[in-house]
């Protein structure tokens, strides 16, 4: 008798091949290697500081003084008229370069505008880092150029940005003739603490001009007085 050879029978599930197929391209598909990474999220502004008692007078000029820095006055280095530069101490010396109006704004905030440029106190491109620099830039009203004016110890004031909570800082708390100022979390500290101080409406470099005056005059008349006696003593 002829015997037929029966094979056996195939028990895996017929799709589970094609499942496990459709599976993997899903999970390939979900997984693409040119999706953007997630950035952390920037950090919260702190709550505003309350303001000062200081009643601004749209009409002064004032000079912005570092208290902590020997009362060095702020101005654009090198009391440049030129956009992003940078604010730093120096000697106060009368000019209009180390002198600013002050221009309410909506919310009790104000700009901080310097005489020379025109331009406004403005933190770098509106940068919530600590360390960001405070740059001279063309007003626009930008929240990186509304400063609050809150009380800091010893009758001084604590400039504060509007867009990141930051305060001005003179950088290292040094006195150093050109040390810049930043934007830094607000300490206490000496140097970051300010005074607004009304000036006369003099010319530009006023103060070195009548100082330079007052030599002149004290020489002329030494002069003078130097020439009688001679005369005198001929006689």
């Known amino acids: 008798?002829?015997?037929?050879?029966?094979?056996?029978a195939d028990f895996r599930p017929a799709g589970l091949v094609g499942a496990v197929m459709v599976f993997s391209m899903l999970v390939v598909?979900?997984?693409?290697?040119?999706e953007p990474e997630k950035k952390p999220a920037p950090p919260s502004v702190p709550p505003e500081p309350a303001r000062a008692a200081f009643r601004v007078d749209p009409a002064a000029h004032y000079n912005l003084i570092a208290v902590g820095?020997?009362?060095?006055?702020?101005?654009p280095a090198g009391q440049s008229n030129v956009a992003g530069?940078?604010?730093?101490?120096?000697?106060?010396?009368?000019?209009k370069a180390q002198q600013y109006r002050l221009t309410p704004l909506p919310g009790n905030y104000v700009a901080i505008v310097n005489l020379t440029s025109e331009m406004c106190i403005d933190v770098a491109g509106e940068s919530r880092d600590n360390g960001a620099n405070i740059v001279q830039y063309p007003c626009r009203n930008g929240l990186n150029q509304q400063w609050v004016l809150a009380d800091a110890p010893e009758?001084?004031?604590?400039?504060?940005?509007r867009h990141?909570?930051?305060s001005v800082d003179v950088q290292g708390a040094v006195s150093t003739e050109n040390t810049n100022l930043i934007q830094w979390p607000w300490s206490g500290?000496?140097?970051?603490?300010f005074k607004l101080a009304v000036v006369k409406d003099v010319p530009d470099g006023g103060a070195a001009k009548d100082a330079g005056a007052a030599v002149a005059a004290a020489a002329k008349g030494k002069d003078k007085a130097g020439a009688?006696?001679?005369?005198k003593k001929t006689k």
Do not use: E, F, H, W
Not at 1 to 8: E, K, L, S, W, Y
Not at 29 to 34: D, K, L, M
């Open 189 to 193: 500290d000496p140097n970051q603490r």
């Open 69 to 75: 820095a020997a009362a060095k006055c702020v101005q």
């Open 29 to 34: 598909a979900c997984v693409s290697p040119g």
């Open 1 to 8: 008798m002829r015997t037929t050879n029966v094979r056996p």
């Open 228 to 231: 009688a006696a001679k005369k």
């Open 85 to 95: 530069m940078r604010m730093q101490i120096a000697t106060c010396d009368g000019s």
């Open 164 to 166: 990141s909570g930051g």
């Open 155 to 161: 009758g001084n004031l604590r400039l504060v940005a």
